[in-house]
C-alpha cells in the first residue's frame, strides 16, 4: 500500500531555534498533503491544508508566520516550526490522501515528536 | 473545526470480550466516519471506514455501526486481543471541498489477558 514517510521521528531542540519537519508520499503524488498537532493523550488537531503550488491554509488560531509550510513537489511538504519554545513541543503528524476523493486512501505519517527545551 | 465526540474516554476489557466505542457527529455535511487506530508514537493507521449509506460495515472483528439519523456510529471489536489494546480515534469528513478529517477525542483501550 502507499506509504507516507515523515521525518525526523524525534526531535530535541533549545529554545528559539527552528526546526524543520519533512512529510513524503513514497509511491504516489499528493498535491494537498495535512499537518497535525497532538498532545500527549489527545486527539489530533488539524493546524493546516498544505497546498503544492500554492500557500498553505491554516486552521483558525494557528500561527503562520509561525508554522512554515512548504509543499515544495507533488511528493513533499516540510512544516518549520521557527523560533521554537517549549509551549510548541508537541507530536506532529501529517498525512496525504492518495485518491481525488475522500476514501480509505487517506495515509498518515509516523509522526515527530517535538521537545523544546 | 466541526466536533465529533467520542466516548468513553478509555475503556478495560478482557480478553475475548467486545469492545464497544460511540462516537457523535453534529456537521450533516460529513459523509465519510473512519476509525483509525494509534499505538504509542506512531501515526493513526486506518482500520475500518463506512459511508452513510450502509447502517453497517464488518470486517474481521471489526464492526461499524452507523445510526444517520441520530447521527451516531460505533466501532465494536469482537473477541478483544491483547494486541488491539491501543488508542482508537473515530473521525467524519466530507467527499466534497477540503478533506481534512475532522477527530474525536480518542478512547484508550487495554485488553487484559
Known amino acids: 500500500g502507499a506509504v507516507v514517510s515523515q521525518h525526523p521521528s524525534r526531535v530535541i531542540c533549545k529554545s528559539g531555534t527552528s526546526v524543520k519537519i519533512e512529510c513524503r508520499s513514497l509511491d504516489f503524488q499528493a498535491t494537498t498533503m495535512f499537518w497535525y498537532r497532538q498532545f500527549p493523550k489527545q486527539s489530533l488537531m488539524l493546524m493546516a491544508t498544505?497546498?503544492?503550488?500554492?500557500?498553505?491554509?491554516?486552521e483558525q488560531g494557528v500561527e503562520k508566520d509561525k508554522f512554515l509550510i512548504n509543499h515544495a513537489s507533488l511528493t513533499l511538504s516540510t512544516l518549520t516550526v521557527t523560533s521554537a519554545h517549549p509551549e510548541d513541543s508537541s507530536f506532529y503528524i501529517c498525512?496525504?490522501?492518495?485518491?481525488?476523493?475522500?476514501?480509505?486512501?487517506?495515509?498518515f505519517g509516523s509522526g515527530t515528536q517535538l521537545s523544546v527545551l | 473545526q466541526q466536533q465529533v465526540k467520542q466516548s468513553p474516554q478509555s475503556l478495560i476489557v478482557q480478553k475475548g470480550g467486545i469492545s464497544i466505542i460511540n462516537c457523535a457527529y453534529e456537521?450533516?455535511?460529513?459523509?465519510?466516519f473512519p476509525w483509525y487506530q494509534q499505538f504509542p508514537g506512531k501515526g493513526p493507521a486506518l482500520l475500518i471506514a463506512i459511508r452513510p449509506d450502509v447502517s453497517e460495515k464488518k470486517e474481521g472483528r471489526f464492526t461499524i455501526s452507523f445510526n444517520k439519523s441520530a447521527k451516531q456510529f460505533s466501532l465494536h471489536i469482537m473477541d478483544s486481543q491483547p494486541g488491539d489494546s491501543a488508542t482508537y480515534f473515530c473521525a467524519a469528513g466530507r467527499s466534497a471541498g477540503r478533506r481534512a478529517l475532522t477527530f474525536g477525542s480518542g478512547t484508550r483501550l487495554q485488553v487484559q489477558p
Open positions: 456537521n450533516t455535511a460529513f459523509d465519510y
Open positions: 498525512s496525504a490522501p492518495q485518491g481525488a476523493v475522500i476514501d480509505e486512501k487517506l495515509f
Open positions: 498544505s497546498n503544492e503550488g500554492s500557500k498553505a491554509t491554516y
